[in-house]
């Protein structure tokens, strides 16, 4: 299989299209054919190893994990033995954070992971990119512990993780809370 790969830190173009073995399910795990995926600044951070600190978890003087990509959406390719709550044929999407492997035609995950099927109405294009914001917004408004009538001012809420926390913590709260986003007006067009 092809998959974007990189083997020393750097900027861009260190990454390199080459060929690799194709991953196999394990018996709890699923194999995805990615049919979309994303550059974003996780990727963006670790392929650089910036800041520096990265490298104590993705290696110091090299990346142990050469195949970025932590969002995508794609189709089961396969399942392991073990697997009971996806079949094959079944579009879905997710995040790879500890995994990574998304840059890639081939990536496996747990099925109890971070992976859920897509909803009918949604392309490959439009689930992919879901995933990022959506779990750092709702890990920061966990620790938070938001609850219903809380007032909650969202700075940056123009972003991926700011626009997710919104709606993260209206939804949450069963809409008993009122969220103020805060952005740079340059962006409101944007985001309209």
């Avoid at 083997?7 to 699923?30: F, K, L, Q, S």
């Avoid at 392929?47 to 110091?60: D, K, N, Q």
């Avoid at 099925?111 to 995933?131: H, K, M, N, R, Y």
Wanted: hydrophobic share 40%.
């Amino acid at each position: 299989m092809k998959a974007a790969v990189h083997t020393r830190y750097g900027p861009p173009d260190v990454v390199r299209i080459v060929d690799v073995e194709r991953p196999t399910a394990a018996a709890n795990e699923v194999l995805v054919k990615v049919h979309s995926t994303t550059v974003n600044r996780t990727d963006c951070g670790f392929r650089a190893a910036h800041p520096w600190i990265v490298r104590f978890f993705s290696g110091l003087t090299k990346p142990k994990a050469t195949i970025l990509g932590c969002e995508f959406a794609g189709e089961i390719e396969a399942v392991g033995r073990d697997v009971t709550a996806f079949e094959i044929g079944e579009r879905v999407f997710g995040f790879s954070e500890d995994r990574f492997g998304a840059h890639a035609e081939y990536l496996t995950m747990p099925q109890d992971g971070p992976i859920a099927a897509i909803p009918p109405d949604l392309s490959f294009e439009e689930a992919a990119p879901s995933t990022e914001g959506s779990h750092y917004a709702l890990s920061a408004i966990t620790r938070a512990r938001i609850r219903g009538g809380q007032r909650v001012l969202v700075n940056g809420a123009t972003g991926a993780i700011g626009s997710a926390a919104g709606y993260t913590a209206v939804f949450l709260t069963n809409a008993g809370c009122l969220v103020v986003g805060g952005f740079i007006t340059r962006r409101f067009n944007a985001r309209r």
